[in-house]
């Protein structure tokens, strides 16, 4: 099956630095890569989505993406944190084993942006 | 705001009970999915249903089933519940399931079992 993993359980920024939340993916085939991000108490809001094309993925709320064929890689970066990005972070690829094509998750990345 | 709704968003019930959990999709999306998020498991897949007919299952318990109905929305129904189905249970839909397409998630159901 395909996976997604953040190596990273947390990560902590100061506002106005630049971010990056990691992940790696383990695939066959062509990868169908998103992020997701979680705000307390809320549902999974779609950031961006790589499936082919330009490596630089551009997404929602001046956030983009880097796919990395060689180093399977689909880090989620911002060049300027704000303290209202602080939320849970989450990698996924989309599966075709699974007949559905169902999302697989990584375990999430928690940023804690600081004023 | 998605555009996929769930209700109802907070639930508590005792163990041994049923309960339903209810998702619209998004307006033209023929494609409805079900996660649970728990503190241990993380986001796991439950099942899938495209159109009416159920398309792809994960890890979901015997003692939980779904269906989608004719004008798409969807229900969820978890039985004999435990204590450890205490979870935020998600509705997700998409328009087709192709594996380029975005996959938009609901508010979520909070199901606390005491």
């Known amino acids: 099956a395909q996976s997604v993993a953040q190596p990273e359980d947390q990560v902590n920024v100061a506002e106005g630095n630049p971010l990056t939340v990691k992940c790696t993916y383990s695939?066959?085939?062509?990868?169908?890569l998103f992020w997701y991000v979680q705000y307390p108490n809320r549902g999974l809001q779609f950031l961006l989505k790589y499936i082919t094309g330009d490596n630089l993925v551009k997404g929602s709320y001046g956030f983009e993406a880097e796919f990395n064929k060689s180093q399977t890689s689909f880090h989620l970066k911002k060049p300027s944190a704000l303290v209202s990005d602080s939320a849970l972070y989450f990698c996924?690829?989309?599966?075709?084993?699974?007949?559905?094509?169902?999302?697989?998750f990584g375990k999430g990345t928690s940023l804690l942006v600081t004023p | 705001d998605s555009g996929v709704t769930q209700t109802p968003k907070h639930l508590i019930t005792a163990t041994g009970q049923r309960v339903t959990l209810r998702c619209s999709p998004r307006?033209?999306?023929?494609?409805v999915y079900w996660y649970q998020q728990s503190l241990d498991q993380g986001l796991q897949f439950l099942i899938q249903y495209y159109n009416g007919e159920e398309r792809a299952k994960g890890n979901i318990l015997e003692r939980f089933s779904a269906q989608q109905f004719p004008d798409l929305h969807s229900e969820l129904n978890l039985s004999s519940l435990e204590l450890g189905d205490s979870a935020l249970y998600f509705c997700?839909?998409?328009?087709?399931?192709?594996?380029?397409?975005?996959?938009?998630f609901g508010e979520g159901s909070w199901l606390t079992v005491v």
């Open positions: 996924a690829v989309r599966d075709p084993s699974n007949s559905g094509y169902a999302l697989n």
């Open positions: 307006s033209g999306d023929l494609s």
């Open positions: 695939v066959s085939g062509n990868p169908y």
């Open positions: 997700a839909s998409s328009v087709t399931s192709t594996l380029g397409n975005t996959i938009y």
